[in-house]
């Protein structure tokens, strides 16, 4: 089983930049893909980022240029590099991660941390 936590989120000015990270812990044999996905009040969760055990990376084309996805394979952690942030950016902010288990693989979600973009 897996358990993660977010954190890093909070309110910021227009322009400004904030660093979200996903610490992983529990029962498992590796983790496979993490990822950031964000959901905004009154609308459907929408993929931000993802990144695989290797490395590889994809954006939404929404956040290209301005979002960067990284991860910490020793510390089981994920992170979100977020800059030029706008206030249509507002969401919560959830962690996801896909983890190999004994015999099978499922994914697991974080509770969420809230990011508010705002003067």
């Known amino acids: 089983q897996v358990q993660l936590v977010e954190s890093g989120g909070g309110l910021v000015q227009p322009g400004g930049s904030l660093r979200l990270s996903c610490a992983a812990s529990?029962?498992?044999?590796?983790?496979?893909?993490m990822g950031w996905y964000r959901q905004a009040p009154g609308k459907q969760r929408e993929l931000v980022a993802t990144?695989?055990?290797?490395?590889?990376?994809n954006y939404a084309n929404s956040m290209k240029g301005r979002f960067t996805i990284s991860r910490d394979n020793a510390k089981n952690t994920v992170y979100l590099q977020m800059n030029s942030l706008k206030p249509e950016d507002t969401a919560v902010y959830s962690c996801?991660?896909?983890?190999?288990?004994?015999?099978?693989?499922?994914?697991?979600w974080g509770q969420g941390t809230q990011v508010t973009v705002s003067s």
């Open positions: 529990g029962s498992f044999r590796s983790i496979n893909d």
């Open positions: 990144i695989t055990s290797g490395g590889s990376t």
């Open positions: 996801n991660a896909n983890a190999r288990l004994t015999y099978w693989s499922r994914d697991y």
